[in-house]
């Protein structure tokens, strides 16, 4: 992949840093020209810790996981549960905020769940997800009694129930069920339709005979039914469909099987601004808009309220980290674009490469200032594809500036790589005027520690 096509005529947006809004974290300020984040000094900061390196407002993930389990409290007359999908950014540092503000935690690969564990994050209230778990992955879940596996298939389910046989124990478990609703988001992201490689499609009824085989397989007892319809979702009816047709078929089931299931659990995929042209419903909208459609569908379909689960992941921590790098080189480009290089690039955001993600950036020494250039940030990574923002406004950066790009919280860190043998960045957490790095920086030696 190259980069995107140039915009040799794009003109800059002159916005300041925060005429950005809703895409800034939430204590993020401008002073004596710098940006600042909870009451730290972002350039400061990136010149003593090093760049890249990414920063988290404490504040902001406090406020929003607090949001989350108030709001669907609120909205809800019957037991909610707010799970914090860990794949979107996970260390154990915001797994120990996720336990210590109420909430459970979904996890989708070993790895995840062992965060969890060496942090002692209470087991029942993991969830646990995957397409292919891994027959080791299985027996850890079931093993340490996690409070429900997430069944995506009927191997699968076989696999649950005789592990689950073997070790003496029942497991709890959703079903997945794709139900049929084309969200409206990028396709690589939407996972609700027909066309997916996730859960039992309603088509020809294979999620009905799945339902059918968790109830009659031993060890294992089915508690509740699960979707994730996509992410990054901006039109909320999506939600509302799918717990329709969820709703329907927890009737079906009561009416042909006598089976109430007792728990729902809608998936995550709240959208958030990226960009400060777009405009994501808020947390309490997305609990207005949930809640409300299960109590409704509920009553029309004569089914008792389920236990009701949402699983947010990128709307928790997106737009509560940003990154920072330090400018290296600059190039114009005739008749095609100015390039500015930054040392980092797709090892620490590979979403512009991988889904055409945009973002928005700043100098951030220069703060204060209008964004009056457009430039294209290009990483240090050997691909010509490997670049984080293409042809965007920006203040006139020069060599040695900390650039910095926004709402890169959710599923930059998970996805990094060590390309070209660059060490993973470090993450800070800030609050109050004090900075504390809850990942170190990743050395040369970590780098090759495997090898023998
Ligand atoms: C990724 C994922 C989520 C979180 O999605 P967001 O869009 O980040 O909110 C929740 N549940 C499941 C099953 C997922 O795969």
Request: glycine share 8%; net charge negative.
């Amino acid at each position: 992949m190259s980069l995107p096509a140039p915009n040799p005529t794009k003109q800059a947006d002159g916005l300041t840093t925060m005429d950005l809004g809703a895409v800034l974290p939430q204590t993020a300020e401008v002073k004596d020209g710098h940006l600042h984040v909870g009451g730290v000094d972002m350039v400061k900061l990136a010149r003593r810790e090093g760049t890249a390196l990414i920063v988290f407002d404490e504040a902001d993930l406090r406020t929003r996981m607090t949001q989350y389990v108030e709001a669907f409290a609120d909205c809800y007359p019957a037991p909610t549960h707010v799970a914090y999908a860990s794949k979107a950014f996970l260390n154990k540092e915001v797994v120990r905020m996720a336990n210590e503000l109420g909430m459970s935690l979904d996890v989708s690969g070993g790895g995840e769940f062992a965060c969890a564990q060496a942090v002692d994050f209470p087991v029942e209230r993991v969830i646990v997800h995957g397409n292919n778990k891994t027959p080791q992955e299985l027996e850890e879940a079931i093993s340490a009694q996690v409070g429900c596996i997430v069944v995506d298939s009927s191997d699968e389910l076989a696999r649950i129930s005789r592990l689950a046989g073997e070790m003496g124990v029942t497991q709890s478990v959703y079903l997945r069920v794709t139900p049929g609703v084309e969200a409206d988001t990028h396709e690589y992201i939407r996972t609700g339709c027909e066309d997916s490689k996730f859960g039992f499609t309603m088509k020809d009824d294979i999620a009905f005979a799945a339902v059918r085989d968790a109830l009659a397989a031993p060890n294992v007892r089915l508690t509740g039914l699960h979707c994730h319809i996509g992410s990054q979702i901006f039109a909320l009816h999506s939600f509302r469909e799918a717990v329709k047709v969820m709703v329907d078929f927890m009737a079906r089931i009561k009416a042909e099987l006598g089976y109430e299931i007792d728990e729902l659990d809608l998936g995550g995929g709240l959208g958030i601004a990226y960009m400060s042209t777009d405009a994501p419903s808020t947390i309490r909208e997305f609990a207005e808009m949930t809640c409300g459609s299960v109590k409704e569908a509920c009553e029309e379909a004569g089914v008792k309220l389920p236990v009701l689960s949402v699983e947010p992941g990128r709307s928790l921590v997106a737009n509560a980290g940003i990154t920072l790098y330090t400018v290296g080189t600059l190039k114009h480009l005739e008749g095609i674009r100015n390039i500015a290089a930054i040392d980092g690039g797709m090892s620490d955001n590979i979403r512009p490469a991988l889904y055409g993600s945009e973002y928005e950036a700043i100098i951030a020494n220069k703060a204060d200032q209008p964004r009056n250039a457009v430039y294209t940030l290009v990483g240090k990574h050997c691909e010509s594809g490997d670049y984080v923002v293409a042809d965007g406004s920006i203040q006139q950066p020069e060599v040695g500036d900390v650039a910095c790009v926004f709402a890169t919280g959710a599923y930059c860190t998970t996805m990094a790589s060590t390309y070209n043998g660059n060490p993973r960045p470090a993450i800070v957490f800030v609050r109050d005027g004090q900075a504390r790095v809850v990942t170190r920086r990743e050395t040369y030696a970590d780098l090759w520690a495997r090898d023998l």
